[in-house]
């Protein structure tokens, strides 16, 4: 299984600046920097505005990049003013799509009913769901392990066969000057792979961490007892496309370790 690193834009980026920063990650990629990501050793995945997915698509032609979007619609088509569904997605060549943020849970009043018909609407059009799971408050380890497996269960209750990208992101780390401590995302990732394990349909899946992600992150993380990440869903640290270049490079030595 590769190493995953992923990226979402947000909404930070104009167009000109998305498609300045695409060419940047694409030059990345096809240096000797980025060798893990052409031959498959690292998964890259970018998620831009809605309105930029096709300037992505055309930058990062010819390479193995993922392009995704930020969210998608419930329903496949229908009248839902301002919704995009995952089957248009799907249509213009997304592949991935992030579900459940904890902005849109909190900005939005997403409910994990919702969630849950997100999560099926792309996986019933052959997109990756990017699942966004984590506890609100800090709590010990073990009681937010707890929770986070049974968001994913609540999420992935009903859905069709498909991988997933779960990408723990403990709420009251993202935007904090720091990461979770390993000692804290370790036990969470372990038991959500072990969930992850247990259901047949789910092959391939991977555990990312997402929230305040950076580099050097990943490298502790991998010299943790256990480890059990993926890999690392990163924020505004990858604006800057030396920092991504680090976490590519981690990416790959982490997979050369597994190995």
Same mark, same amino acid.
């Given at each position: /299984? ?8 947000? /909404? ?13 990650? &694409? ?7 980025? *060798?893990?990501? /052409? ?27 993922? #392009? ?6 419930? !329903? ?11 089957? !248009?997605? &799907?249509?213009? +060549? ?8 904890? %902005? ?10 919702? *969630? &849950? $018909?997100?999560?099926?609407?792309? =996986? ?15 709590? @010990?380890? %073990? ?16 859905? $069709?066969?498909?991988?997933?990208? *779960?990408?723990?992101? @403990? ?8 990461? $979770?401590?390993? %000692? ?11 969930? =992850? ?17 950076? @580099?050097? =992150?990943?490298?502790? =993380?991998?010299?943790? %007892?256990?480890?059990? #990440? ?14 991504? +270049?680090? #976490? #590519? ?11």
């Amino acid at each position: /299984m590769p190493v995953t690193v992923g990226v979402s834009l947000k /909404m930070y980026f104009g167009q000109s600046e998305a498609r300045a920063w695409f060419a940047r990650v &694409a030059e990345l990629v096809r240096s000797p920097q980025g *060798v893990a990501v /052409m031959d498959g050793t690292v998964e890259l995945f970018v998620i831009p505005g809605y309105l930029a997915i096709a300037s992505a698509r055309e930058a990062f032609a010819g390479t193995p990049v993922l #392009v995704g979007a930020q969210d998608l619609a419930a !329903e496949d088509s229908g009248a839902f003013t301002g919704e995009v569904s995952g089957s !248009e997605l &799907a249509e213009v +060549g997304v592949r991935v799509a992030e579900v459940g943020h904890a %902005e849109r849970r909190r900005l939005f009043g997403e409910t994990d009913q919702l *969630v &849950a $018909a997100k999560t099926a609407a792309a =996986l019933r059009n052959g997109i990756v769901p990017v699942l966004c799971l984590g506890e609100t408050e800090r709590s @010990p380890a %073990e009681d937010a392990a707890a929770f986070v497996v049974t968001q994913l269960h609540d999420a992935l209750a009903g859905a $069709a066969a498909g991988r997933v990208i *779960v990408a723990y992101e @403990p709420v009251w780390a993202i935007g904090a000057a720091e990461p $979770a401590t390993a %000692e804290h995302i370790l036990p969470v990732t372990r038991a959500v792979r072990a969930a =992850l394990d247990a259901l047949p349909d789910r092959a391939g899946s991977s555990v990312v961490y997402g929230g305040s992600a950076g @580099p050097g =992150l990943l490298t502790r =993380l991998a010299h943790g %007892e256990g480890g059990s #990440v993926d890999g690392l869903f990163l924020g505004r640290f990858a604006h800057d496309t030396s920092a991504l +270049g680090a #976490v #590519v490079s981690e990416a790959s030595n982490l997979a050369g370790r597994r190995a």
